[in-house]
């Protein structure tokens, strides 16, 4: 089967990565990856991103090929409530990291330093951030930590489990099926 341009987006997401270590601003195009599953659900009323265009789950699909142990994922990982906890607990971090966005662009210090599973803070001393206001490098490197903490949860459900267990649970998934859902019902009231 001839491949198609978008089997190949597994390589933005390594770019995405190679990119925001070289340079922490680069973390703003994660955005990208962001706001396109929504607008295409929004759009489109599917899922056709998670399915087809995520480059997150592609990456986890050819490495798990490799390092997975190809169990099924525990069946709680596919509930209501887990996806929808899960969702919430994700938009309370991502809403800690605006705010402390918001605090450096109202005077407070910038913190050189990207959080991994909400937690650990890794030292990123080596960024050069100087060329910007102190608020939009505060952003990339906590959207930055947003991504890294996804990315280390999709890699260990990944080896514990199937390759796209990340999938079930991804915050951006949850997100794009409850937008379809809400399609899907107010097409059925019309």
């Given at each position: 089967?001839k491949?198609?341009?978008?089997?190949?987006?597994?390589?933005?997401?390594?770019?995405?990565?190679?990119?925001?270590?070289?340079?922490?601003?680069?973390?703003?195009?994660?955005?990208?990856?962001?706001?396109?599953?929504?607008?295409?659900a929004?759009?489109?009323?599917?899922?056709?991103?998670?399915?087809?265009?995520?480059?997150?789950?592609?990456?986890?699909?050819l490495?798990?090929?490799?390092?997975?142990?190809?169990?099924?994922?525990?069946?709680?990982?596919?509930?209501?409530w887990?996806?929808?906890?899960?969702?919430?607990?994700?938009m309370?971090?991502?809403g800690?990291?605006?705010?402390?966005?918001?605090?450096v662009?109202?005077?407070?210090?910038?913190?050189?330093?990207?959080?991994?599973?909400?937690?650990?803070?890794?030292?990123?001393?080596?960024?050069?951030?100087?060329?910007?206001?102190?608020?939009?490098?505060?952003?990339?490197?906590?959207?930055?930590?947003?991504?890294m903490?996804s990315t280390?949860l999709?890699?260990?459900?990944?080896?514990?489990?199937?390759?796209?267990?990340?999938?079930?649970?991804?915050?951006?998934?949850?997100?794009?099926?409850?937008?379809?859902?809400?399609?899907?019902g107010?097409?059925?009231?019309?």
């Amino acid at each position: 089967m001839k491949r198609k341009w978008y089997d190949y987006l597994w390589i933005a997401e390594l770019l995405y990565w190679v990119l925001g270590v070289c340079n922490i601003l680069f973390a703003w195009l994660g955005m990208v990856f962001f706001c396109i599953p929504l607008l295409m659900a929004i759009v489109g009323g599917n899922k056709t991103y998670c399915n087809r265009f995520c480059g997150r789950g592609q990456l986890l699909g050819l490495l798990g090929s490799k390092f997975s142990r190809n169990a099924p994922p525990p069946r709680f990982l596919r509930s209501r409530w887990f996806r929808g906890g899960f969702l919430a607990f994700f938009m309370v971090m991502f809403g800690l990291m605006l705010r402390s966005t918001y605090m450096v662009f109202s005077g407070a210090p910038l913190r050189q330093s990207v959080t991994l599973l909400w937690t650990f803070k890794l030292p990123w001393q080596w960024a050069e951030v100087g060329m910007v206001a102190p608020w939009v490098a505060q952003f990339a490197f906590g959207f930055f930590g947003v991504m890294m903490t996804s990315t280390v949860l999709g890699l260990l459900t990944m080896v514990l489990f199937r390759p796209r267990s990340w999938c079930v649970y991804c915050p951006m998934g949850t997100m794009t099926q409850g937008i379809c859902k809400l399609k899907q019902g107010k097409e059925d009231i019309q």
